[in-house]
């Protein structure tokens, strides 16, 4: 069984700061593509930021500059996230291809955390 759980989130004033951490556990055998995505209210779930197993990153334009994804082996991923903006605000969602052994072989799944709310606001 394999949990993505994103903390970090929070209330932060124009141009503040934060850093979120999605801790990834279960019986991993790689961490593939990864990436933070957001859901404002009313609004699609949009690719915030993305990371790939060899470490080349993305970005959506709104946020370049701005925040800065990283990661560990297969264990966390983490967004910081600098100069926000009051349109920041959104449920940020943690977003990874995981590679494990199945029976005789490796399947490789895609899995969500839970969502971790961030707000920006005087």
């Known amino acids: 069984q394999v949990q993505l759980v994103e903390s970090g989130g929070g209330l932060v004033p124009p141009g503040g700061s934060l850093r979120l951490s999605c801790a990834i556990a279960?019986?991993?055998?790689?961490?593939?593509?990864v990436g933070w995505h957001r859901q404002a209210p009313g609004k699609e779930r949009e690719l915030v930021a993305g990371?790939?197993?060899?470490?080349?990153t993305n970005y959506a334009d709104s946020v370049k500059g701005r925040f800065t994804i990283s990661r560990d082996d297969v264990t966390a991923v983490y967004l910081e996230m600098n100069n926000l903006k009051p349109e920041d605000t959104a449920v940020y969602y943690c977003?990874?291809?995981?590679?494990?052994?199945?029976?005789?072989?490796?399947?490789?799944?895609?899995?969500w955390g839970q969502g971790t709310q961030v707000t920006v606001s005087p």
């Open positions: 977003n990874a291809d995981i590679a494990y052994i199945a029976g005789a072989g490796i399947r490789v799944r895609n899995y």
């Open positions: 279960g019986n991993i055998l790689r961490l593939d593509d």
């Open positions: 990371i790939r197993s060899g470490g080349s």
